[in-house]
């Protein structure tokens, strides 16, 4: 399993779809990548990239248990997405 918390698309689109990559290259054959995420737009954005990689996203969706940080549009692990390798 690979967590990755709060990454930030947004910032270097073509960092992040690599480090994806790598995940992907690096779990094994029955793992899962989870992912998750501060706002709505960089979860929008994330599966817009996974969509490109050879991955299924198994889960995508808000999170229930998010925590608030004050502003309506963020909030901490607001959506999670799931992804593993396509067998």
Not at 5 to 22: A, G, L, Y
Not at 37 to 51: G, P, T
Not at 69 to 81: C, K, T, Y
Request: net charge neutral; with cysteine.
């Amino acid at each position: 399993m690979v967590v990755i918390r709060h990454q930030q698309i947004s910032d270097n689109e073509q960092v992040w779809i690599k480090i994806f990559q790598q995940a992907l290259q690096r779990v094994s054959k029955d793992g899962i990548i989870i992912i998750t995420f501060f706002s709505d737009i960089e979860h929008k954005m994330l599966i817009e990239a996974l969509q490109k990689l050879d991955c299924e996203i198994v889960i995508n969706e808000k999170n229930p248990y998010a925590k608030p940080l004050g502003h309506e549009e963020i909030s901490l692990d607001r959506n999670i997405a799931i992804i593993r390798r396509k067998n």
